[in-house]
Structure formats: structure tokens, C-alpha cells
């Protein structure tokens, strides 16, 4: 199983992040990628610890809507500095997260599409998938991809959430659904509908942890051993065995984000 949306760098798993790699590792979660914030020296250096720990995790960084505001009346830098923060981070292999929230609103709007603009551009240029967050902003995530990327650049919708609408669009996209524990909240309905339709070779799981933990577990800090309850209930929700699921998703992820570099014989934790 593959953990493709987790923040384990985040200050949430400073103090104990050796024993949450160790159940995820125990609990049969081979990688994941993890996602880190443009411009967070903090978070840079747990990352670096995170990736001794477990080195079948990937990364991706990128200039998130919540901070796009940080690049008001310079949104032509945008590239060039997510360009340098790429080349900054071993193991890499993904830009984000990136989009647009006109649920928060902490960033001006037209900050934030034109920060998305100029990393969808960076992804065709450099031909790197991206991880994509959108909340109440459908049309416009959707017309941003069109606009500079369709056909030329794909990734994933993250914790998707959205309205079937989107998910045809972004499907026609060519993107990937990535699915949290939201699918085992109760009242997600709509949710679980799409997840149990989206094609077989475009579904991903994910925990978007520290956020988000899946029931029974709701409300506590999430972590990656946790994706396994996530995945057996979208498992469930499609009809398919577990093992099966697994080897689907891990493959999709591979696909998408490319296999993880190998494990040393020599590591005494692969
Ligand atoms: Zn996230």
C-alpha cells in the first residue's frame, strides 16, 4: 500500500516521527509521497530526518493557495522560485501542493490563479506531475489546466471532495482521484459514490495525514499506517478484493510518480 498525500514532515510528527514511519512500515505502507511547503526551513529539515527514516517516500513541494499571498505583486518569480526549491529537495518527484481554496480565501483570488498558472506552466516544462487541491473553485482549476496544460501535464486531484462535474473534468484530464478518509465518514455519501466509479488505473489513496483521520479514528492525529483503513473501505466500496486494490493503486502511483528508489540490501529497515 502507498500513502500518496501525506505531510509527514509537518510539526505534528517532530517529536515521534521514528515510531509513526515504524507502524506504517509494520502495517504493510510501502512508501507515499510527502507533500512539503515552499519556503518552510523548519519543515526542510524535519524532511531531511523523514527521509533517512524511510527510504521509499517521495516528495513534492510547491507554493500552496493558502500561501500565494506571500507572492503579491511578484507572481512572475513564482517559477523561477519553485524551480530552485525542486532542485533543493532530494527525492523529489512531483509539484505541490498546488491549486486554488475559495473556501478559506487566504490568499486574494487572483493571486492564487495566477501563482497555480505559473506552477502548471513549470509542470509542462518540466514534465513533472502535479498534486492539485481545489475547494470551491472548480471552473477556474479546471480552465487553469486546460488553459496551460491539458495534454501536457497530469498528476492527482488530492482528497477528492468534489462534485462528479469535476471528477469527469478532471478524469478527461487525464488526472488521477486520490481518496482520503473522508470515504469513512459517515456522511460522505457523494464521496463514496464517485470513488466507487472512478476507473480502476486512476484511483489513489491517500491520508492527507496529520489531517483527516479515517473512522473509528476520526479526530486523533492521522499517520500513513492509517491508509490502510482508508483503502479496505474503498476496497469494500468497489467489490474488490484488498490485495487486488493494493497492487492497483501501488501501480497507479508508480505510474504517476515513478517507482521508489530501491531499498539497499544492506538497510537493516528494508
Ligand atoms: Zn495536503
Given at each position: 500500500?502507498?500513502?500518496?498525500?501525506?505531510?509527514?514532515?509537518?510539526?505534528?510528527?517532530?517529536?515521534?516521527?521514528?515510531?509513526?514511519?515504524?507502524?506504517?512500515?509494520g502495517a504493510g505502507v510501502s512508501?507515499?509521497?510527502?507533500?512539503?511547503?515552499?519556503?518552510?526551513?523548519?519543515?526542510?529539515?524535519?524532511?531531511?530526518?523523514?527521509?533517512?527514516?524511510?527510504?521509499?517516500?517521495?516528495?513534492?513541494?510547491?507554493?500552496?493557495?493558502?500561501?500565494?499571498?506571500?507572492?503579491?505583486?511578484?507572481?512572475?518569480?513564482?517559477?523561477?522560485?519553485?524551480?530552485?526549491?525542486?532542485?533543493?529537495?532530494?527525492?523529489?518527484?512531483?509539484?505541490?501542493?498546488?491549486?486554488?481554496?475559495?473556501?478559506y480565501d487566504f490568499s486574494p483570488?487572483?493571486?492564487?490563479?495566477?501563482?497555480?498558472?505559473?506552477?502548471?506552466?513549470?509542470?509542462?516544462?518540466?514534465?513533472?506531475?502535479?498534486?492539485?487541491?481545489?475547494r470551491e473553485a472548480d471552473a477556474?482549476?479546471?480552465?487553469?489546466?486546460?488553459?496551460?496544460?491539458?495534454?501536457?501535464?497530469?498528476?492527482?486531484?488530492?482528497?477528492?471532495?468534489?462534485?462528479?462535474?469535476?471528477?469527469?473534468?478532471?478524469?478527461?484530464?487525464?488526472?488521477?482521484?486520490?481518496?482520503?478518509?473522508?470515504?469513512?465518514?459517515?456522511?460522505?455519501?457523494?464521496?463514496?459514490?464517485?470513488?466507487?466509479?472512478?476507473?480502476?488505473?486512476?484511483?489513489?489513496?491517500?491520508?492527507?495525514?496529520?489531517?483527516?483521520?479515517?473512522?473509528?479514528?476520526?479526530?486523533?492525529?492521522?499517520?500513513?499506517?492509517?491508509?490502510?483503513?482508508?483503502?479496505?473501505?474503498?476496497?469494500?466500496?468497489?467489490?474488490?478484493?484488498?490485495?487486488?486494490?493494493?497492487?492497483?493503486?501501488?501501480?497507479?502511483?508508480?505510474?504517476?510518480?515513478?517507482?521508489?528508489?530501491?531499498?539497499?540490501?544492506?538497510?537493516?529497515?528494508?
Amino acid at each position: 500500500m502507498i500513502d500518496s498525500h501525506c505531510h509527514l514532515a509537518d510539526a505534528a510528527f517532530a517529536d515521534d516521527v521514528g515510531d509513526v514511519v515504524r507502524r506504517a512500515r509494520g502495517a504493510g505502507v510501502s512508501g507515499g509521497l510527502c507533500i512539503l511547503a515552499y519556503g518552510d526551513a523548519a519543515e526542510a529539515t524535519r524532511a531531511d530526518r523523514v527521509r533517512d527514516l524511510w527510504p521509499g517516500l517521495r516528495f513534492a513541494i510547491g507554493v500552496h493557495p493558502h500561501q500565494a499571498h506571500e507572492f503579491a505583486g511578484r507572481e512572475a518569480e513564482v517559477a523561477d522560485a519553485v524551480r530552485a526549491a525542486l532542485s533543493g529537495t532530494p527525492g523529489v518527484c512531483a509539484i505541490g501542493e498546488v491549486g486554488l481554496d475559495y473556501h478559506y480565501d487566504f490568499s486574494p483570488r487572483d493571486v492564487q490563479r495566477s501563482v497555480f498558472r505559473a506552477q502548471i506552466g513549470l509542470a509542462r516544462e518540466t514534465g513533472l506531475p502535479v498534486v492539485v487541491h481545489t475547494r470551491e473553485a472548480d471552473a477556474d482549476t479546471i480552465g487553469i489546466i486546460r488553459d496551460e496544460g491539458a495534454g501536457k501535464v497530469s498528476g492527482v486531484f488530492h482528497c477528492f471532495s468534489g462534485t462528479e462535474d469535476l471528477a469527469n473534468d478532471a478524469l478527461e484530464l487525464g488526472f488521477l482521484l486520490s481518496f482520503s478518509g473522508m470515504v469513512t465518514f459517515p456522511r460522505a455519501e457523494s464521496i463514496r459514490a464517485i470513488a466507487a466509479d472512478t476507473p480502476a488505473d486512476r484511483l489513489l489513496v491517500e491520508t492527507d495525514c496529520p489531517y483527516l483521520a479515517p473512522v473509528p479514528m476520526r479526530g486523533a492525529r492521522n499517520e500513513p499506517a492509517w491508509v490502510v483503513r482508508t483503502a479496505e473501505r474503498l476496497a469494500e466500496l468497489r467489490h474488490v478484493a484488498f490485495d487486488a486494490f493494493d497492487t492497483s493503486v501501488t501501480g497507479n502511483f508508480q505510474r504517476t510518480f515513478g517507482a521508489p528508489p530501491p531499498a539497499s540490501p544492506l538497510d537493516p529497515r528494508a
